[in-house]
T-cell receptor, first 115, second 114 residues
Framework: GAVVSQHPSRVICKSGTSVKIECRSL??????MFWYRQFPKQSLMLMAT?????????EQGVEKDKFLINHASLTLSTLTVTSAHPEDSSFYIC???????????FGPGTRLTVT | GESVGLHLPTLSVQEGDNSIINCAYS??????FIWYKQESGKGPQFIID?????DKRQGQRVTVLLNKTVKHLSLQIAATQPGDSAVYFC?????????????FGTGTRLKVLA
C-alpha cells in the first residue's frame, strides 16, 4: 500500500512555456501533499506544502506565481511550472501524507529539462 | 574511506563489511527521524525511522541510532551488498509553521566495492 505516482516521469519543454506535473496517491487519501526540488548531487529541498481544498504554503524563496500548486482532491496535486527557464531544470518529487499520519510517501520523481 | 565531493560526501566500503552513515540534524524540537535510500533517477525509498523517545531501532540489516544530546543520527548497514550502493539521506521532522514538515540532510553516497 501507500503508493504515490507522478506523471510524467520525464518532460522536456522549451523556454517560456509552462509544464504541469501530476502527483497522485493511488491507494490512500492524502490531505497534505508536498513538493520538493532536487538539483544534481544535492538534497531534496521542500518547495511547498499543499492541503486539499486550500492554498499552498510556499517555502521562503520559492515564487508562488511561478510554481502553481493545485490540490483539488484527496488523491491529486499538480505543480505547474510557468514560463519555464533552463534554471528550472531539475528533478521534482512529490510526497503525500495519509490522513491522521505524520509519514510521507514519496513519488518516483519527474525530470524536467527546459531547453 | 570517506571523502567530501563538491556537494555530496562519499563513503566507500568493501562488500560484506558494515557501513555507518552519519547525519547531524539541526532542530532540537524535531521528534521524528527517517532514513531514505535514493538510487539515480528515482524517488527516495524509505529504509527505517525512529521517534525521539527512542535511541535505537533495528530493522533487517539496518540499525538507526539517535543521540539527541548532540543531535546526531546514524544508519548502520550490516554486511553491505552491491545493491546498497546509492545516496542515503536522513530527514528530521517536526512541527514547523503548523505543518509536520520533513527537512532533508545533505546526503551521503555509499559505494560498495567488490
Amino acid at each position: 500500500g501507500a503508493v504515490v505516482s507522478q506523471h510524467p516521469s520525464r518532460v522536456i519543454c522549451k523556454s517560456g512555456t509552462s509544464v504541469k506535473i501530476e502527483c497522485r496517491s493511488l491507494d490512500f487519501q492524502a490531505t497534505t501533499m508536498f513538493w520538493y526540488r532536487q538539483f544534481p548531487k544535492q538534497s531534496l529541498m521542500l518547495m511547498a506544502t499543499s492541503n486539499e481544498g486550500s492554498k499552498a504554503t510556499y517555502e521562503q524563496g520559492v515564487e508562488k506565481d511561478k510554481f502553481l500548486i493545485n490540490h483539488a482532491s484527496l488523491t491529486l496535486s499538480t505543480l505547474t511550472v510557468t514560463s519555464a527557464h533552463p534554471e528550472d531544470s531539475s528533478f521534482y518529487i512529490c510526497s503525500a501524507r495519509e490522513v491522521g499520519s505524520y509519514e510521507q510517501y514519496f513519488g518516483p520523481g519527474t525530470r524536467l529539462t527546459v531547453t | 574511506g570517506e571523502s567530501v565531493g563538491l556537494h555530496l560526501p562519499t563513503l566507500s566500503v568493501q562488500e560484506g563489511d558494515n557501513s555507518i552513515i552519519n547525519c547531524a540534524y539541526s532542530n532540537s524540537a524535531s521528534d521524528y527521524f527517517i532514513w531514505y535510500k535514493q538510487e539515480s533517477g528515482k524517488g527516495p525509498q524509505f529504509i527505517i525511522d525512529i521517534r525521539s523517545n527512542m535511541d535505537k531501532r533495528q530493522g533487517q540489516r539496518v540499525t538507526v541510532l539517535l543521540n539527541k544530546t548532540v543531535k546526531h543520527l546514524s544508519l548502520q548497514i550490516a554486511a553491505t551488498q552491491p545493491g546498497d550502493s546509492a545516496v542515503y539521506f536522513c530527514a528530521e521532522a517536526g512541527l514547523g509553521s503548523g505543518t509536520y514538515k520533513y527537512i532533508f540532510g545533505t546526503g551521503t553516497r555509499l559505494k560498495v566495492l567488490a
